[in-house]
């Protein structure tokens, strides 16, 4: 079984400019989120997709970041314009159904973003 | 605001011996609780979850207690391996939502 994947591995724009993160979640998963970890800290949410919907979007910082997941499948996450505190490493994960299997998710090797 | 906090950075532990790892968390809604193992350049992988309702949950070298009181939890790995070096991540779900609530991560290296 194919494991979550990311697309690009990395990837470093001027500040400004426009990155589109890719994440193919594990066949079968309904439950997609990005996360986002930066400079070492802790790992953060950003947003949850159940199939196509938006789920819970809290944790997205502001409106130059876009996410979408159409046809319910991959997903993407837009930064435009982004910005130096962008920087970081953005991690997709997805999960089966269920109250608990929802927790138990699994993660994609991440997108690490530079914004010089 | 961390709600989820593992306040030692780093820890060396000698092969053969028991690995601790501690986490404490702020939010009571939290109801479940999980560690997460992660290896450079890679994505987290689940290692071991326990629910609210239980104190101890085992699975072969890895066993997570968790003190709901005291609001905290604990992975003891023995023996720890060589293999087991890793940044180790723990993380909250509070019921209501599905998101992860993460700490800032232990870095174990675990010396021959």
């Known amino acids: 079984e194919a494991g979550v994947t990311q697309f690009p591995s990395h990837s470093v724009i001027e500040k400004g400019q426009t990155v589109t993160l890719r994440c193919d979640p594990i066949?079968?998963?309904?439950?997609l989120y990005w996360y986002r970890r930066v400079m070492g800290k802790e790992i953060k949410f950003l947003l949850h997709?159940?199939?196509?919907?938006?789920?819970?979007e809290s944790g997205m910082p502001n409106n130059r970041f876009l996410a979408e997941r159409t046809g319910g499948t991959y997903s993407t996450l837009k930064v435009q314009p982004a910005e130096l505190e962008d920087s970081g490493v953005y991690f997709c994960?997805?999960?089966?159904?269920?109250?608990?299997?929802?927790?138990?998710?699994?993660f994609g090797p991440g997108t690490r973003l530079t914004v010089t | 605001d961390q709600q989820v906090k593992q306040n030692s950075p780093s820890l060396s532990v000698q092969e053969g011996r028991i690995s601790i790892l501690n986490c404490d968390y702020t939010n009571s809604m939290f109801d479940y609780f999980l560690w997460y193992k992660k290896y450079p350049a890679e994505g987290p992988t689940f290692l071991i979850s326990i629910s609210s309702i239980k104190d101890k949950n085992e699975d072969g070298r890895f066993t997570v207690f968790l003190n709901k009181s005291a609001k905290h939890l604990s992975l003891h790995i023995v023996p720890s391996q060589p293999g087991d070096s890793a940044v180790y991540f723990c993380a909250a779900g509070d019921g209501t939502a599905s998101k992860l609530t993460f700490g800032t991560g232990t870095r174990l290296q675990v010396t021959l």
């Open positions: 066949s079968g998963h309904d439950n």
């Open positions: 997709f159940v199939k196509e919907s938006k789920q819970d």
């Open positions: 994960a997805s999960s089966q159904e269920g109250v608990r299997k929802n927790y138990e998710q699994y």
